[in-house]
Every structure is written in C-alpha cells, then in structure tokens.
C-alpha cells in the first residue's frame, strides 16, 4: 500500500503562483511515475504533468511553459510549480504514482486550486 499526502493548495488571483507537494509512504519497492492530475467540476479527470523516476516529463498543451514538476527521488516526493494561473486552472488537483503517465495505481486525496479573475 502506498499513502500519496498532499499540500500546497488554496486559492490565487489570475496570474498568480501555487506550488503543490505530494508525499509518498508506506510499503513500495519503487515508483516509476509520479505527477498530478486535476478535474473540474463537470469535466473528465485530465493529466497536468508527470515525471518519471529518470526525470522525463511530460505536460498537456494546456500547462506547458507554465507549469513544472520536479522530483526528489530520495524522499519520495514530487513538487508542481504552477505560474501564471488562469481561473481555466481552477480545479481539484491529485497527485498520482504508478507505472506509466496514464497508469495510476493509487491516488492522493486531492487538494483545491481556485483561481480567481
């Protein structure tokens, strides 16, 4: 069993910054895949970023050069740096681990990011 532990989010004006953290503890060997999805009210969960155990990334059209994600391999965690938000970006954000970008396996219990115009 894995516990994803999450922090970091609240509420900013448009143009503003949050930074997301997620831990991960608990009984695991290793994780390959670490990252975030978020979901809207009404809408369909969506990635916001990943990063593999190697450092490889990968991010939607909708997030690039806004947000970066960064991982520290030795304590288990990943950081989301979100830039120039938009209220487009206001949603509830999870943080994920598994063994691909699109292979969760377990899930934080979310955090909410509320981006006001």
């Known amino acids: 069993q894995v516990q994803l532990v999450e922090s970091g989010g609240g509420s900013v004006q448009a143009g503003g910054s949050l930074r997301l953290s997620c831990t991960a503890s608990g009984r695991f060997f290793s994780i390959n895949v670490m990252g975030w999805y978020r979901q809207a009210p009404g809408k369909q969960r969506e990635l916001v970023a990943g990063?593999?155990?190697?450092?490889?990334?990968d991010y939607p059209d909708s997030v690039k050069g806004r947000f970066t994600i960064s991982r520290d391999n030795a304590r288990n965690t990943v950081h989301l740096q979100m830039n120039s938000l938009k209220p487009e970006d206001t949603a509830v954000y999870y943080c994920?681990?598994?063994?691909?970008?699109?292979?969760?396996?377990?899930w934080g219990q979310g955090t909410q990011v509320t981006v006001s115009s």
């Open positions: 994920f681990v598994g063994p691909a970008m699109n292979g969760v396996n377990y």
């Open positions: 990063i593999n155990s190697g450092g490889s990334t």
